[in-house]
């Protein structure tokens, strides 16, 4: 079965950075664009990247431009997403997600605190 695992998640300084990391099993990792999302406290999930199966293309929100980066290994069915200049306002669980059978999967979720 499908399985998704996030981790890397914690509590860093404004400005700081962070590495979340996605392993997945129990589906062909490497014929599938990954995406992550995100949740803060009250809000919707929002989609905050996205990458192609082989990597090629990818798409941020406006709100992370310039400062997050989807990347993925094949070999290790491993997708990360490093955060660099980082806000109060990315505060929130990050979910890695993986639409397969037009049957969305999720990951348990990795929190994330901005704060000083």
């Known amino acids: 079965q499908v399985q998704l695992v996030e981790s890397g998640g914690g509590l860093v300084q404004p400005g700081g950075s962070l590495r979340v990391s996605c392993a997945a099993s129990?589906?062909?990792?490497?014929?599938?664009?990954m995406n992550w999302y995100r949740q803060a406290p009250g809000k919707e999930r929002e989609l905050v990247a996205a990458?192609?199966?082989?990597?090629?293309?990818?798409n941020y929100a406006d709100s992370v431009k310039g400062r997050f980066t989807i990347s993925r290994d094949n070999v290790k069915n491993t997708v990360y997403l490093q955060m660099n200049s980082l806000k109060p306002e990315d505060t929130a669980v990050y979910y890695c997600n993986v639409r397969r059978n037009s049957r969305n999967y999720w990951g348990q979720g990795t929190q994330v605190t901005v704060s000083s």
């Open positions: 990458i192609t199966s082989a990597g090629g293309s990818t």
């Open positions: 129990g589906f062909s990792f490497s014929s599938y664009p």
